[in-house]
């Protein structure tokens, strides 16, 4: 930081020869450290980011255009997304509001997350937990349902070093009682393959129903494709649900299909493409569907 070019040699050859100064080496290295540590790439934050890659259910076309905008904390840690939808019954967008702001509180190695909002009536009995190991990956997210418990979610998440493999769903309060034909036990296992690149190629989720009389399983595979060589800017994003599949690849995917499986045969649900806009380096920059800092 301090020491460049020819007088980084001067230095280091007076230290050579005079025996004396050996005790300035360890400056000498925390000098180059810091130099090191200025030369790392910056972070690249999402500000905003449209529908198109986290959409509703029945979302339209025009609805895919309303944007999400994102804070940060000082450690580059996301703590609000600004905007919310707003769905009739059946789901169907009304409109779009920014009076509603989702947020994210940080703990020891814990978060919460919560809707909430200063004008209009937000529910508030659904909230996040999340649970963090040493190395910052989320190892359980715990959705609580205040007004049905029944509902209530519990998702853990193993990995292979820093890739996600396996997320394991529960329905801790869904008590099952054998006797009663409509009460059931649920369970979702989500299975995460990748290339030699880290990027993310599919997830096989599998859904085990079972009663007191027989056992359903549900088998889908989300497949990811089409990547490209750019820095991955959903990183940062990864604590939001929303966002997850987006956040686990060194790059970005701009394909992916839904495929589901039955006993004999596989059926395509949908296909969906994405376009970015990129730099002269092939990393992305600003576009119509996201603005980044």
Same mark, same amino acid.
């Given at each position: *930081? ?14 050579? =020869? ?8 360890? /400056? ?21 980011? &449209? ?6 259910? &029945? ?27 707003? *769905?009739?019954?059946?789901?169907? /967008? ?38 963090? &190991? ?25 990995? +292979? ?12 309060? &869904? ?7 409509? $009460?059931?036990?649920?369970? /979702? ?23 007191? =009389? ?13 990547? $490209? ?26 394909? =992916? ?30 576009? +119509? ?5």
């Amino acid at each position: *930081m301090l020491l460049t070019g020819a007088f980084f040699f001067i230095f280091l050859r007076k230290i050579y =020869m005079n025996k004396n100064l050996f005790y300035l080496l360890p /400056i000498f290295v925390l000098l180059f450290s810091c130099r090191n540590n200025d030369s790392e790439p910056r972070e690249t934050l999402i500000r905003e980011a &449209n529908l198109t890659f986290n959409p509703p259910k &029945n979302a339209s076309n025009s609805d895919l255009f309303y944007y999400y905008n994102f804070k940060y904390d000082t450690n580059n840690r996301l703590v609000e997304r600004i905007g919310a939808p707003i *769905m009739d019954p059946s789901g169907k /967008i009304i409109t779009f509001t920014y009076k509603i702001s989702t947020t994210i509180e940080y703990g020891n190695k814990s978060a919460s997350i919560k809707e909430s909002s200063t004008e209009l009536i937000v529910s508030k009995d659904i909230k996040e937990n999340l649970i963090f &190991n040493e190395s910052n990956q989320i190892i359980e997210r715990n959705i609580i349902n205040e007004t049905f418990p029944k509902l209530n979610k519990k998702t853990k998440y193993f990995y +292979n070093g820093k890739l996600l493999v396996k997320t394991e769903t529960t329905f801790p309060n &869904n008590i099952f009682n054998p006797e009663r034909p409509y $009460d059931y036990i649920e369970t /979702i296992i989500e299975k995460f393959a990748y290339d030699p690149n880290e990027n993310l190629q599919n997830i096989i989720t599998t859904r085990l129903i079972t009663n007191g =009389m027989e056992s359903t399983t549900q088998v889908y595979e989300k497949q990811f494709g089409n990547y $490209d060589t750019s820095r991955n800017p959903f990183k940062k994003l990864n604590v939001l649900n929303d966002y997850l599949e987006r956040s686990l690849s060194r790059n970005n995917f701009r394909y =992916m299909a839904v495929i589901y499986y039955t006993s004999n045969s596989k059926q395509l649900i949908s296909e969906t493409e994405w376009n970015f806009n990129y730099d002269s380096n092939g990393n992305i920059i600003s576009s +119509n569907s996201i603005t980044l800092e």
